[in-house]
Structure formats: C-alpha cells, structure tokens
C-alpha cells in the first residue's frame, strides 16, 4: 500500500514537471510568431542599461518617446516596464508593424496615437536586451 502511494506520487510530482516544461505561451507577452531570444529575462539582467540608453539615442526611439509619461509622436515611456511584460516589450521593438495587426494591447496604441511606430532594425541579440534593460530603469 505505501509503495503504491510512493508510486502515485512521484508520477504526480512527474506530471507537475511536464506541465511547467511546457509553457503555456501568455496572451499579454504578445504574438508568439514573432520569435524573440530564448532565455530573454537571464540576457536583460546581464545586460548593460548605460548602453541601451546610448541605443535609444543612437536607434532614434527619442524622436518618438519622452521618458517622461507625456506623449510626443508615441506613449512617453515613463515606467513602461510596469504596465507591459519584457516579452511584450521586446516583440514591439522587433516587429511594431506586426504588433499593431494582430496585438490587442498594440492596436489599441495605434488607435490611441494614430501613427504607426517605426520598425528600428533593433538586432535581437546585440542590442535588444541592452534597451530592454534601460526600458526597466524608466
Ligand atoms: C516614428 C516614431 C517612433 C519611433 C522611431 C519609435 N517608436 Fe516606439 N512607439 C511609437 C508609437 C506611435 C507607439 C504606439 C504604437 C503604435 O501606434 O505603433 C510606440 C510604442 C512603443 C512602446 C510601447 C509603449 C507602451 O506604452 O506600451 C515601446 C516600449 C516602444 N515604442 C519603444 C521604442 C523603442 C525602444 C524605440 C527605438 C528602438 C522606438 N520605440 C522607436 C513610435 C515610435
């Protein structure tokens, strides 16, 4: 009887692990089609904010974006990281025509601002997790 337990418990404990292993993708992070770096929370931690401040400068996000939370041509970005998920942000950077198509929480934006954000040619792996960084500090 206690080995039948043990057996029904590890084979829950099992199960529980598949779940997890596979993520159920999270509507709120955006399309999945639009395919970001894998392991993106550990490369935003060892990223460098400093330098995804000189991106955001050198990429042009400041003639569209005020770090404040006024509006110029697109939402200030005043604590953006609050109210949008690192995934989400990084699929808005890599593909912001994609987003306004078939993103709720980006079309409504486009709605709102009735222009249409300009795609950066941000590299995914060289420089993305740098601005995603800075976008945390804001
Ligand atoms: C031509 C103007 C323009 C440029 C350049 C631009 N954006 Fe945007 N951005 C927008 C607009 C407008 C929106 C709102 C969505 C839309 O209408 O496309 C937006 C939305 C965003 C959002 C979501 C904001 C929120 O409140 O949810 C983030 C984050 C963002 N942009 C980051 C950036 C970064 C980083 C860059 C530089 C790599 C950049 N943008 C360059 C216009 C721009």
Not at 98 to 127: F, G, I, P, R
Request: aromatic share 4%; with cysteine; charged share 20%.
């Amino acid at each position: 009887m206690k080995l039948l337990y043990f057996a029904l418990l590890t084979g829950l404990l099992a199960l529980a692990a598949c779940g997890k292993a596979a993520e159920v993708p999270d509507p709120a992070d955006g399309p999945v089609a639009i395919v970001i770096p894998e392991k993106l929370d550990d490369l935003v931690a060892a990223a460098d904010a400093k330098k995804g401040e000189e991106l955001f400068a050198a990429k042009g996000c400041k003639a569209c974006h005020k770090l404040d939370g006024t509006k110029l041509v697109g939402p200030g970005l005043q604590a953006v990281s609050q109210r949008r998920s690192v995934p989400w942000m990084a699929r808005m950077m890599l593909k912001p025509e994609v987003m306004v198509q078939t993103d709720a929480e980006a079309k409504k934006l486009l709605a709102a601002y009735m222009t249409q954000m300009a795609n950066q040619n941000v590299a995914a792996d060289t420089e993305l997790p740098h601005l995603l960084a800075y976008l945390k500090t804001l």
